[in-house]
């Protein structure tokens, strides 16, 4: 497994933004990779991360709205 950066349990890993974890679950914008769940504020950035998980679990990847 590659090194990953810090991500929070409620923040979007592709734009940085907090949404609620039960929120986003219910909306269906919650993934799960490599045994981790992950939440998104969007279907757009749930969608980008799963075409390239690692882009934005990269240690150098900065998160941008």
């Known amino acids: ?3 990953h950066r810090p991500i929070e349990a409620d923040e979007d890993p592709v734009c940085g933004m907090r949404p609620d974890p039960d929120g986003a679950r219910d909306r269906g914008l919650a993934w799960t990779y490599e045994g ?3 939440v998104f504020c969007g279907k ?10 690692e882009q934005y679990l990269a240690t150098g990847y900065v998160p941008a709205m």
């Open 1 to 3: 497994m590659a090194d």
């Open 44 to 53: 757009g950035c749930l969608l980008e991360f799963k075409d390239d998980p």
């Open 36 to 38: 981790r769940e992950y």
